[in-house]
């Protein structure tokens, strides 16, 4: 069996990291160099960095700031944020990335995700999909959250998958900051739906949400920013935890 990753979440605005509740009042977390390198260092699976202002202020991804982050980490590194063309996949690629994450660019122009996987290959192409719950139905959200679309998540990750992508990060808006737990009846529904890795985003509070959403929600992975950034968890406790209740970890 695969083992189940975790990954912390760096958001990035103006340089600093910050983690906010729902995706507005944020805080800051520390500074992205020195977190990245504690966390490869604590045993973290992956890390992703999401510059949460490059979209809203159509700034281009910090490649300077990806390239120091590269530096000090030797685990896989997804960097997403403000991404639109395979000329910014490659600055970030041959800055040290991994991987890239794409989301509101993608939706606008579902055609990117094909020619960057044509491009660079399904490997390193994450599709992040923030959605929240209206009357009942899962609608994808755009720029950090704030612009609703009529897309259903469910039939978006068909799209998505289908056109090429390695992996999906669903960010459910409603579980976001709140600490309650993940979305795990969506994230058990994407899972059954899709053949492709999906990373759980959103509600992380405690050892038992992880534990939860990758038992009852199905997801291969598991993304948190403000606990582990406040030290609330350590990925040390929080991985022999997993251990110990059956969840294939690499220690």
């Known amino acids: 069996m695969l083992t189940k990753r975790i990954i912390p979440c760096l958001d990035i605005k103006d340089g600093r990291t910050v983690k906010g509740v729902n995706f507005v009042d944020l805080r800051d977390a520390g500074d992205p160099v020195e977190l990245a390198a504690i966390y490869a260092q604590e045993g973290a699976d992956e890390l992703v960095f999401l510059d949460i202002s490059a979209t809203e202020e159509k700034r281009k991804t910090l490649a300077e700031l990806v390239y120091h982050v590269g530096e000090k980490v030797n685990i896989p590194f997804t960097v997403g944020g403000g991404i639109s063309s395979v000329e910014d996949v490659d600055i970030l690629l041959k800055n040290g990335a991994d991987k890239v994450s794409i989301n509101s660019s993608a939706v606008k122009r579902p055609e990117l995700i094909n020619e960057l996987v044509s491009k660079f290959g399904s490997q390193c192409i994450v599709v992040a999909i923030d959605a929240k719950q209206i009357d009942d139905q899962w609608k994808v959200h755009l720029v950090g959250g704030k612009v609703p679309t009529e897309i259903d998540l469910f039939q978006w990750a068909k ?66 920013a403000s606990i582990f950034h406040f030290k609330e968890i350590s990925i040390k406790e929080l991985k022999s935890e997993l251990r110990e209740e059956g969840i294939p970890v690499r220690l």
């Open 159 to 224: 799209e998505v998958e289908q056109r090429g992508a390695g992996e999906i990060l669903f960010t459910s808006m409603d579980h976001d900051g709140t600490k309650n737990g993940f979305a795990n009846e969506a994230l058990a529904q994407l899972s059954a739906l899709v053949n492709i890795p999906v990373i759980a985003s959103g509600g992380a509070g405690s050892i038992s949400h992880f534990t939860d959403t990758f038992t009852a929600g199905k997801a291969d992975a598991a993304l948190a």
